[in-house]
């Protein structure tokens, strides 16, 4: 079963297992039995017919939201079963679609109209996930089917088991009061994420290093050299050529990564 977790620093409804897969109750309305087909024709983006421009970003969250809404309707008046695990794997597949091609999407993609769209769906799904997470109907409905574990199977009942905890990790079990404050900060941390995603993507900034001799030699290549003024207080040899070589690091992700891989020096 999935279990609630934090994916690039926003909280995520549930995680990705396999489970109940073949249950008619939900496939017939399926989300992604409506939304990604295999039938030979063109698709969108990552196999989804609604990324075929990016403006179907808005109708993908739109149609997600209102089948997880539908499903969290049905979990929240039905008795303790293993339909209402069934029902939950499904939101968790629903909204997890949205997630995860909106991040590649606006990671990776070379159009700026496609980022751009990405970015406002990655916005909008991560607020409704929040919403998920500090469902109360849900988690009453996770608590009934935990607590009638006898209609469960092994697998369902420690899957049920997982998901209140989670819950309750994410502070359902706080005062309105309280509860609404972690809600406030977690929309904020997933903003403030992605928007240090992008300034890293758009203007990742430099630090120049000297001397040249704090980087290790096989790995020079990989950054830019520059050069300054030498002072009085430098070496004669510095001073006769009037430079000092050293290094400009970009901050971008492959870049730091390879230099903090080799470099000694703490600083």
């Not at 109750?25 to 039995?33: G, L, M, P, Q, V």
């Not at 979990?75 to 339909?83: A, C, L």
């Not at 935990?146 to 088991?161: G, I, P, R, V, W």
Request: net charge negative.
């Amino acid at each position: 079963m999935q279990t609630l977790i934090r994916r690039n620093a926003s909280i995520l409804f549930i995680s990705k297992h396999l489970l109940y897969r073949n249950s008619s109750t939900f496939t017939k309305n399926n989300f992604f039995s409506s939304i990604a087909r295999n039938n030979g024709e063109e698709t969108g983006l990552y196999g989804f017919e609604l990324l075929k421009s990016p403006k179907g970003f808005q109708r993908f969250v739109d149609e997600a939201i209102e089948r997880s809404s539908e499903l969290v309707s049905y979990v929240s008046n039905s008795p303790p079963s293993m339909e209402i695990i069934r029902a939950m794997d499904e939101i968790s597949d629903t909204v997890c679609s949205v997630v995860d091609s909106a991040e590649l999407c606006r990671n990776t993609h070379p159009d700026r109209e496609f980022v751009e769209e990405a970015t406002k769906a990655s916005t909008r799904i991560n607020e409704y996930l929040h919403f998920l997470n500090t469902n109360h109907s849900l988690y009453n409905a996770v608590l009934r089917a935990e607590q009638n574990s006898a209609m469960l199977t092994d697998e369902s009942q420690k899957a049920a088991h997982s998901l209140r905890v989670d819950f309750e990790k994410g502070g359902i079990h706080l005062s309105a009061d309280k509860l609404h404050r972690v809600n406030e900060l977690n929309v904020d941390i997933a903003r403030l994420c992605r928007e240090f995603s992008e300034n890293m993507i758009t203007d990742p900034g430099y630090v120049d290093i000297f001397p040249e001799s704090r980087i290790p030699k096989h790995i020079q290549h990989l950054l830019k050299p520059i050069y300054r003024s030498c002072t009085s207080k430098e070496s004669y040899i510095r001073r006769k050529h009037n430079k000092e070589k050293g290094f400009r690091i970009t901050s971008d992700s492959s870049t730091l990564s390879s230099v903090l891989q080799w470099v000694s020096d703490d600083e």
